[in-house]
């Protein structure tokens, strides 16, 4: 790791347990900035292509998957396909951001991997009853996707330990004030200012 490279930021965790709204939060700092994944599910109402999502067919996310175009990628629920485009990696890079990457848990462990110095947190929902209310009430799902996702969610919450950190998303002013700490807090890891702390240590004669 070094301070060229940028912060990459996993948030992780299962489906509804309120992943996005703590991603809008640590968007809220300055210097971050979204990876927008590419997806082969169909937009809902209301959201609009490039925003969360490109929008794009099977056959181009398969063409994208051939020509390497992603740093992971997986089927979510059996049904569609979601990746991270490298060249987030790339922006963030040229435009000196920490970039935030919102995935499932199969991709935060393929991104952990290719890069790691990455930093992932996983956010918990407080009990399955919680995280069954807060999906109905999005009211986007058939009975049959909200069983999907309880039964997934389950799998998902057994890989915890392989988080850098975990955020119970029981109180969201709190979780909100832990994902910004968690943020600020990885830019000053030593690891990431080497460099600087060298410079300045030149000033102190070496
Ligand atoms: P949704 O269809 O509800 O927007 O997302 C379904 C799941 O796919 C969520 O857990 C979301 O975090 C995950 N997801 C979104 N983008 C990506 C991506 O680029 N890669 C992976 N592996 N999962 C993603």
Same mark, same amino acid.
Do not use: C, I, T, W
């Given at each position: 790791m070094s301070a060229t490279e940028p912060l990459v930021l996993i948030v992780s965790g299962p489906s509804g347990s309120g992943k996005s709204t703590l991603v809008e939060k640590i968007l809220q700092l300055p210097g971050t900035m979204l990876s927008v994944s590419c997806t082969t599910r169909q937009p809902r109402k209301t959201e609009r292509d490039g925003k969360w999502y490109t929008f794009v067919s099977e056959a &181009?996310? %398969? %063409?994208m998957v051939a020509a390497g175009e992603f740093l992971e990628y #997986?089927?979510?629920?059996g049904k569609n396909w979601y990746g991270t485009p490298r060249k987030w990696l790339e922006r963030a890079q040229a435009g000196k951001k920490d970039l935030v990457l919102e995935i499932d848990v199969q991709g935060a462990l393929q991104a952990k991997q290719k890069l790691?110095?990455? @930093? #992932? @947190?996983? @956010?918990v929902p407080p009990s399955s009853e919680d995280l069954e209310r807060r999906i109905r009430a999005r009211g986007q799902d058939s009975e049959d996707e909200i069983h999907r996702r309880l039964d997934r969610a389950r799998q998902e919450m057994l890989?915890? $330990? $392989?988080y850098d950190f975990a955020v119970i998303n029981d109180?969201? &002013? *709190? #979780?909100? *004030? &832990? @994902? %910004?700490?968690i943020a600020l807090a990885s830019r000053c890891r030593v690891a990431r200012n080497e460099e600087r702390i060298r410079e300045i240590l030149k000033s102190? =004669? =070496?």
């Open positions: &181009e996310f %398969q %063409q #997986a089927q979510v629920f790691p110095g990455a @930093v #992932a @947190v996983f @956010v890989n915890y $330990s $392989s109180d969201l &002013e *709190r #979780a909100g *004030r &832990e @994902v %910004q700490a102190f =004669g =070496g």
